[in-house]
């Protein structure tokens, strides 16, 4: 596909289970985000890759968020033991390379824990 | 530390009007500046940025923003309103001049009257 892709668009999980959301970015597209929007909130950052490493996951918000990129290009947000409060829309960016001013985001996945 | 302000959740104005969104922020550093507009059911797009340069910034549909460091400000304008500008609109701030770890503002959402 032409755009970053993420699936699943929707889902609604039970508290104290485990998910993953992935993200297939832009092809060759070598850098890749994670945001988290709450309702009523602008997007929040979480974690971004360049290449397989995580360049930077100050954004998580404790141990239960892992993200991984093994091979550089899809990327899995993990969460783990959810939480009522992790329900949001988790987007996902790429750009071509990590100096890009432009980051192209996908329409996200909205999690809802009940 | 950064952040960015943006008055009026909501914003009305007539079609053929101007648009005025506003947008404050609070940086440490010399901030690198973006508006990012989010259609329904659609990912988050690039409007416009201020990295370096000339203060007067042009973007796509017709937006333009002015940094004033004086102010602290990077209003959104746009001197016509079209009932397809209809959207919520971020301000973001970076202090790396690149697309990650991006702090957005808590949006405004703009709708366009007959």
């Known amino acids: 596909g032409a755009g970053v892709s993420q699936t699943p668009s929707n889902k609604v999980t039970e508290k104290g289970k485990y998910v993953e959301l992935r993200c297939d970015p832009i092809?060759?597209?070598?850098?890749l985000y994670w945001y988290r929007q709450s309702l009523g909130q602008g997007p929040e950052f979480l974690i971004y890759?360049?290449?397989?490493?995580?360049?930077?996951d100050s954004g998580l918000p404790n141990d239960r968020f892992f993200a991984v990129r093994p091979e550089g290009s899809v990327s899995t947000l993990k969460i783990q033991r959810t939480e009522r409060g992790d329900s949001a829309v988790y987007l996902c960016?790429?750009?071509?390379?990590?100096?890009?001013?432009?980051?192209?985001f996908g329409q996200g996945t909205r999690l809802t824990v009940v | 530390a950064q952040s960015v302000t943006q008055l009026g959740s909501h914003v009305s104005v007539s079609e053929g009007a101007l648009v005025l969104l506003r947008c404050n922020y609070s940086?440490?550093?010399?901030?690198?500046l973006f508006w990012y507009v989010q259609y329904p059911n659609q990912g988050l797009q690039l409007l416009l940025k201020?990295?370096?340069?000339?203060?007067l910034v042009k973007g796509i549909n017709g937006f333009e923003a002015e940094f004033k460091k004086s102010e602290t400000s990077f209003h959104l304008t746009k001197p016509s309103a079209h009932m397809s500008d209809a959207a919520e609109y971020f301000c973001?701030?970076?202090?790396?001049?690149?697309?990650?770890?991006?702090?957005f503002g808590t949006g405004t959402r703009l709708q366009v009257t007959l």
């Open positions: 960016a790429s750009s071509l390379n990590p100096s890009d001013t432009e980051a192209f």
């Open positions: 092809s060759g597209h070598t850098a």
């Open positions: 890759f360049q290449g397989t490493g995580a360049a930077d």
């Open positions: 940086s440490s550093v010399p901030p690198y």
């Open positions: 201020y990295t370096t340069g000339a203060t």
């Open positions: 973001a701030v970076t202090r790396t001049g690149t697309a990650s770890k991006l702090t």
